[in-house]
């Protein structure tokens, strides 16, 4: 059973950058059988796909963010990461990372841009 | 971007109930559809992909269909732990969009 688990900071200055890293666990984030994702969730509110990775590091982006964002994969330690640049209040949401298809997720973590 | 319009935003049913949920497309999609589950405080939980394929351990009471732009998800009998928000998801075209949610609640 392949689990996830989001890791980084809660809080994050406005125009700094968020930085979020994903540990899978259960399973080689090299295999191929998936993509790696990263989705957010603003309080309230619904789902926002922000991107995914291969584990040959070929990415797709949300155009609405691709100018702030960068997901990177380090395959020695099943890891993949989230940058995105530039944050404000907007950028306040629960982060998860998940496989695509998106059958896995990872429990979530809160980032609030504040000063 | 590929718009996804689910109907209605929110659904007041009782236990044992069957409801119906509609996912739209703006444009086709083929069957590149999901549906998710979300309970409050948790990640969403996969219970559909490729429109009408059930996710492994997820029940039969699930069911979806659809092909092109208009998707269902139905919920048949309905139980307590099946109150919650459910969202469609896109992933023919990027970005993979989601539905804006359905809320179902308890009548």
């Known amino acids: 059973q392949v689990q996830l688990q989001e890791s980084g900071p809660g809080l994050v200055k406005p125009s700094q950058t968020l930085s979020l890293t994903c540990t899978v666990s259960?399973?080689?984030?090299?295999?191929?059988?998936?993509?790696w994702s990263w989705i957010r969730q603003p309080a309230g509110k619904g789902l926002e796909w922000i991107g995914r990775i291969y584990t040959s590091g070929s990415t797709n982006y949300n155009p609405s963010l691709k100018s702030r964002v960068t997901i990177s994969v380090d395959t020695s330690k099943n890891q993949f990461s989230l940058k995105l640049s530039s944050v404000t209040a907007a950028d306040t949401a629960v982060y998860y990372c998940a496989s695509d298809p998106l059958e896995y997720w990872g429990q979530g973590t809160l980032v609030t841009v504040s000063s | 971007d590929i718009q996804m319009t689910q109907s209605p935003s929110s659904l007041s049913a009782s236990v044992g109930d069957r409801v119906t949920i509609t996912c739209r497309a703006s444009?086709?999609?083929?069957?590149?559809l999901a549906w998710f589950q979300q309970k409050p405080g948790k990640a969403p939980k996969s219970l559909i992909y490729a429109a009408s394929s059930l996710q492994s351990g997820v029940p039969s009471k699930f069911s979806g269909s659809g092909s092109g732009t208009d998707f269902t998800l139905t919920i048949s009998s309905l139980q307590p732990e099946d109150f919650a928000t459910y969202y469609c998801q896109q992933y023919n075209s990027y970005p993979h969009s989601f539905g804006q949610g359905t809320k179902l609640e308890i009548k």
């Open positions: 444009q086709g999609i083929s069957n590149y």
């Open positions: 259960g399973g080689s984030i090299s295999s191929g059988s998936y993509y």
